[in-house]
């Protein structure tokens, strides 16, 4: 539960804009900095789950490294303080201006996602007469138990090189001579909570390891992307690093010399950030009140893409419970953050905290009706 005195210090701020816990957020960075030290892994935020400068900042701050899918992404890394030497570029569409942008920069490596990428890569490095590093993204067709839109590693998925394609992948790189063969990567999804699913991505990693082995290549790094969850109903909760750290402890067999990297999002930034709205309307149906706030799905669009589910509290009220859909004012029926909750009575003008929306959040607002982006606000700002 967010302290409710919060309300005074919000004072006329206008609504809806993400409020960031600083203390949350540096908690949990020295929680993975400590956690990356001791295992020696290192870690590469995907800044696709908050790019809010400020963020990115306090976030470079701790010597991470960035995980980026476009080069606007890379730029901003780049302009937060990230060492282009420690940014990678995944995607699986890179264009040839990113492409060429990035091999300028100097970026550390290049997640490959399929064949005709690696000779576009090799081609454009060629004609600047550079080398560049690249690894291997492979599809690890493990199911990750989680919704099927943020499912990437099952055959159907647009991700990945399939381990069937390996050997033709091994050929073509031959001949290819502005391109070095780094490591290998993998991603098998998002809001991942059932360790399993790691130790399953582990099992794989051994197997292809030895693939690679009895051919003789030499994989400098294992990137097992990211994927770890949060608890959206426990807000308070931080993420698992420690057993997340000590199964890939466990259960991934590193080679001398090799190196193990991470690239955490949502599980970085996903409990600092909170959706602040107000109360527009409260309108009855005929089963069901509706709580019609200022936050809709431009602001925060996970419920209505994801079927995702945030932990809603009114921050203003102490009153009985009752139910209430709570809804926003874009003109479609998926604008809906939750259905039939419980609630303090709410009336116009209450203040109400949507939780765990760090990650995911600001990064996907847009401006569909035309509606403002929503504001940031930091806790040290009060
Ligand atoms: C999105 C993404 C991540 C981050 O995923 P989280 O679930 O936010 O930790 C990491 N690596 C790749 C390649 C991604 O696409």
């Not at 067709?141 to 091994?170: M, N, P, Q, R």
């Not at 402890?249 to 950030?273: A, I, M, T, W, Y």
């Not at 509706?290 to 431009?298: L, N, P």
Request: with cysteine; proline share 4%.
């Amino acid at each position: 539960m967010i302290d409710k005195n919060i309300i005074e210090k919000f004072g006329n701020l206008s609504t809806p804009f993400y409020y960031y816990d600083l203390d949350v957020l540096n908690s949990t960075l020295n929680t993975l900095k400590k956690e990356s030290q001791n295992s020696g892994f290192k870690i590469h935020y995907a800044i696709k789950a908050n790019a809010n400068p400020r963020i990115l900042k306090i976030i470079s701050s701790f010597g991470f490294g960035a995980d980026c899918v476009s080069w606007n992404e890379i730029d901003a890394a780049i302009k937060a303080g990230f060492n282009p030497s420690e940014i990678v570029f995944a995607g699986v569409g890179k264009t040839d201006k990113e492409i060429e942008a990035a091999i300028n920069s100097g970026i550390f490596c290049f997640n490959c996602e399929s064949i005709p990428e690696i000779e576009v890569i090799n081609h454009l490095a060629s004609l600047q007469n550079k080398n560049v590093q690249i690894a291997l993204r492979i599809n690890p067709l493990i199911e990750a138990h989680t919704h099927k839109y943020i499912t990437t590693g099952i055959e159907e998925s647009k991700f990945g090189i399939h381990t069937w394609e390996l050997d033709y992948v091994l050929t073509r790189l031959l001949t290819m001579k502005n391109v070095h063969l780094t490591g290998i990567h993998f991603h098998v999804g998002s809001q991942i909570t059932r360790m399993s699913v790691f130790q399953s991505l582990a099992t794989h990693i051994n197997e292809l390891q030895e693939w690679f082995s009895s051919r003789n290549v030499d994989l400098k790094i294992i990137n097992v992307g990211g994927g770890l969850g949060i608890d959206y109903e426990n807000p308070d909760k931080p993420p698992m690093f420690a057993e997340y750290f000590s199964l890939m402890n466990d259960f991934v067999d590193l080679k001398p010399g090799q190196e193990l990297h991470l690239e955490p999002g949502r599980s970085v930034v996903g409990q600092c950030g909170t959706l602040i709205s107000r109360v527009l309307y409260i309108k009855t149906g005929s089963n069901t009140m509706f709580a019609i706030i200022d936050a809709g799905m431009t602001d925060l669009i996970r419920p209505a893409l994801y079927q995702a589910h945030h932990k809603i509290e009114n921050l203003s009220s102490e009153g009985n419970i009752y139910r209430y859909d709570v809804v926003g004012p874009v003109c479609e029926s998926s604008d809906t953050f939750a259905k039939y909750i419980e609630l303090p009575e709410t009336r116009r003008g209450d203040v109400i905290a949507i939780r765990s929306a760090g990650a995911y959040g600001e990064s996907m607002a847009s401006r569909y009706n035309l509606r403002d982006l929503p504001g940031a606000v930091f806790s040290d700002e009060l």
